[in-house]
């Protein structure tokens, strides 16, 4: 449909703040979104989301900031004359419409020609995969179906910002992981800039060019989700995305110990006033020859450990009493290898693999 990214607008957020009462829905956000990117606001339930993507639409009014669609100061302009595309988690469908009456309804709104809104439902809903379904009632279809004719209904007017609020989140698993990748492809093809929202880390991973996480208002790392998930700027994050444990640490000058041994790293950790050495289920490692040299070294003991099928998750309780998660493959000869409940076992973790982080919790 869109065939030229050129035509995809930039968003400029800058100290936007929203109020209810005592309520910061919104505390002093800004964020700048490229041309054509996709980004996700990923966090907590109550955390700001929604409130963030209704500011962008223009049905929520922030109490001060800027709002720009390109070069174009937006936060006065009223929501119909922003030119977006909205899909939200209830599809919003009108049920006694068929499947082209509702999707046609934005151009209709637009006052276009018969013709041509016939020619450009159609070509909506090939995109999302439902040429042909046009005559359908909408009490005739699938829960996927009915997003997909929201997605449709959202994008037939080729608007230049899309904004999707949990739109998957009615779907059950299988379908909502075939949807990821669709709406992901469908991106690719339409190239629009586009606002994503999601609570779930693992679909914003999956289909973000960056990710926003939110927590409390306001915004606490934007980053693609390899840096978000390998880098996290603090504890909030490196919860929120991922499991991890967090292992107090100390630092004196350049050198950071847990527990009176030093540890070594690769990257610099952050001039924060508290550091904590993160732990990652699947970058810890159960050393089956002891303590390894050029790696940091913990004691601990199995406490539990239990087979998945495609891997196996140990337990373990290093000397001061945390409890850690280690993940490994189950390939060959290393399920026999896997330590009793009790075992003295040496974890070791990489240089690499050691990532220190703000200590403090957001
Ligand atoms: P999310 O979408 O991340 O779940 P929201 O943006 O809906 O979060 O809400 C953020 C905060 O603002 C919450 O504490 C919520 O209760 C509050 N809030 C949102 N909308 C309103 C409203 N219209 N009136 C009062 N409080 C609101
Ligand atoms: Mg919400």
Redesign the pocket.
Known sequence: MRSQDSDALPISIRGVT?T??A????DDVSLEVKSGEFIT?L????????????VIAGF?RPDCGSLKFGEREVIRTPPHLRDLGMTFQSYALFPHMSVAGNVAYPLKLRKLQKAEIAERVEKALETVQLGGYGDRRITQLSGGQKQRVALARSIVFEPRILLM??PLSALDKKLRDQMQIELRHLHEKLGMTTVY?T?DQREALTMSDRIAV?NK?RIMQLASPRELYERPANRFVADFIGDSTFLPVERSGEQVSYGGMPLKFVQAPPDTPTLALMVRPERIVLSSEGPREGANNFAATAVEVVYQGDSYLLHARLDDGTLIALRGGVRGASLSALPNVGDKVTLTLAPEDTVLIDGSEA
Do not use: C, I, N, Q
Not at 23 to 26: E, G, K, Q, R
Not at 43 to 54: H, V
């Open positions: 929203k209810y009462g309520v910061h829905a919104l606001l966090g907590p339930s109550g955390s700001g989301k929604t409130t963030l993507l209704m929520t609020d949990e929202v609570h939110v208002g």
